[in-house]
């Protein structure tokens, strides 16, 4: 994005592409619209991508059914894996005019007066008026500048996925699902193969890792619909598997850095919506660039942008946490599940939360709440007290939430510029 407003932009890399990174695959329609302002959807379309315009949301027998019209987007869904999407981008980023150096380590940053102007690599010394750590939950250069984390929470779920080839359901239909304790999230990708990925509670990590074969292929079978789909198709490759994570916001400005995508900040994946975000702040980091460069302080538009990317995340990175929590969905979350799969604007709401359109309190509202808790009262009466129970510490979380939001995170400017 940089390099085609005209900046000088070195790319480096570690990896060779292409090469494989945990990725949920799914990219939400704004994640797409970007793809295709840079060119790149029609590239990706031809690696056999499969524009996805219907989600199926289920949770245990709560049935939701959405679709990615017109009036949503006018762009699709999709489910790209990370060695044809970053390879695609890395030929991007050539094209426009960026040096790309792969299988490039940096090794630590140089800084004058405490103000970062470059990297140390394997390689030699690269100097820059700015350094994005574009690098992932484990950044280097958050390490290097000792980027602190705020907001952070432990996993709920470790995540598996697998592909399979021969699958006959090659439709834009994604699903999105929890069956019991059980998430799912699958669908059609690119080289003519189907994506189905599991969220399987953490304490049964042992279990799994002793058998994934068998824990993966008992699980599908928990969802009948997505074991019809996958039958008489034949996984390739073995079982992908990520455990070691762990939910974040990072400093993610300074004196000469910033941080974007998973380096500055990482939610629960249950709802697939990292590269999606990775894709919005680039675009905002990159105009925030150019704006600082030219007309004004770098630094103060980077804590500009920091602060924005705080603000566009934060309700999104709960609602996340919640869609990824561990355990079975309460009867009280299922009612509200249903009352929203029977009104045709809170479905298209719903839809509009995963592409950025809708803040998940737009939708999961306090009226919505207590209508739910009326109706799950009189349907399970003996589940009063849970119920109630569940509402409070719903409240309890929410104000907690509120109260954190009104924190200045470390390192972050005031409006009027001045550090804490």
Known sequence: MLARQGLRVCLLDRAHFPSETPSTHMIQPCGVQTLDQLG????????????????????????????VDEELSAHPALCVRRVTLDGL?????????????????????????????????????????LVVGADGRHSTVASCVGAREYHRTAPGKLYAWAYFEGVGDREGHARLGRQGAVGFLAGPTDGELYMAALGID??????????????????????PELADVLAGARRVGPIRVVANWHGYFRQSAGAGWVLVGDAGHFKDPAPGQGIADA??????????????????????????????????AYEMYWYARETGAPGATSPLIRRMLRDIAADADATRELLGILNHQVRPSQVFTPARLARATARTFLDEPSRIVATVKEVVSAAKRNARQGRQRRVRPPGMADMAGERR
């Open 89 to 129: 981008l890395v030929d991007a980023a050539s094209a426009a005019g960026a040096e790309v150096r792969t299988g490039s380590r940096v090794t630590e940053l140089i800084t004058d007066d405490g103000r970062v102007t470059g990297v140390q690599t394997s390689a030699g010394p690269v100097h820059a008026q």
């Open 40 to 67: 790149l959807l029609d590239g990706i379309l031809a690696a056999g991508a499969i524009p996805l315009d219907r989600l199926s949301l289920v949770n245990d027998d709560v049935r939701i059914e959405a679709t």
């Open 279 to 312: 894709f919005r702040q680039a675009d905002k980091l990159a105009a925030a660039v150019v704006d600082g460069l030219g007309n004004r302080s770098p630094d103060a538009a980077l804590q500009d942008w920091w602060r924005w990317r705080d603000h566009d």
């Open 202 to 223: 953490m304490p049964e990590q042992a279990g799994f890792d002793a058998d994934r074969d068998k824990g993966f292929a008992a699980r599908i079978q928990m969802w």
